[in-house]
């Protein structure tokens, strides 16, 4: 089955500077890489999606990257803001194995000020 | 919509004892799905419900647990006899559809359990 790993597990940054996330997945038929934020006391949000026919997408301060060759994938944070603090969760699905996304082990992302 | 309504939000609890957990899912979505939450394993789904139908629960950990979902709007995660080791938070979501279809799992806020 698949498995995502994710790294770091933490992350500290100041600031205004870029955070960068990175998840590897295992089965190479997963199509489906969804980015998962959670604040201290919620349940995790999505906050970006990227499929496999896309190599890279963006919104606003956030993108995603996708490298199928190397079945890795990435989530990138611009100018960074305290409201970036969080817990984040990559995932990969397949169409094939229908609603069982498997999520990473998460990073916590603490932003300096 | 209120979203995911999920309750209790904290239970503490001894060794043994029954714990149900219950969720509301968004009207509307036909997907309901129970994710359980620890530090050493992470986010993981224990079973999900297709129009109120079990579709798969691979991830049920053991007979201890069971869950149902009577109608459209409710569901119950309940732990028989309850051990220390199923301390952790359990995570309500729903969708419209499958997710790799729609791309988003709403989650509800989670259930703190406690097995001392």
């Known amino acids: 089955g698949e498995n995502v790993e994710q790294h770091p597990s933490t992350l500290s940054v100041q600031e205004g500077d870029s955070a960068v996330i990175k998840c590897t997945y295992s089965d190479s038929a997963s199509n489906y890489f969804p980015w998962y934020k959670q604040e201290l006391g919620k349940g995790p949000q999505l906050i970006i999606d990227i499929r496999s026919n896309v190599g890279e997408k963006k919104d606003q301060r956030i993108a995603v990257t996708l490298n199928k060759t190397a079945k890795h994938f990435s989530l990138h944070i611009t100018e960074t803001q305290p409201e970036d603090s969080a817990v984040y969760f990559c995932a990969a699905s397949t169409y094939s194995s229908a609603s069982k996304i498997i999520f990473g082990s998460g990073t916590r992302l603490s932003i300096r000020p | 919509d209120a979203g995911v309504i999920q309750s209790p939000r904290h239970e503490v609890t001894e060794m043994g004892q029954e714990v149900t957990l219950r969720c509301k899912p968004i009207?509307?979505?036909?997907?309901l799905f129970w994710y359980r939450q620890t530090m050493m394993r992470g986010l993981e789904l224990l079973i999900y419900f297709n129009n109120n139908v079990p579709i798969d629960d691979s991830g049920m950990p053991e007979d201890r647990f069971s869950a149902k979902m009577p109608n459209a709007s409710f569901s119950t995660l309940k732990i028989q006899p309850s051990e220390p080791r199923d301390s952790a938070v359990y995570f309500c979501a729903s969708s419209l559809s499958p997710p790799p279809s729609t791309g988003e799992l709403f989650f509800g806020e989670g259930s703190r359990l406690t097995v001392l």
């Open positions: 009207s509307g979505h036909d997907y």
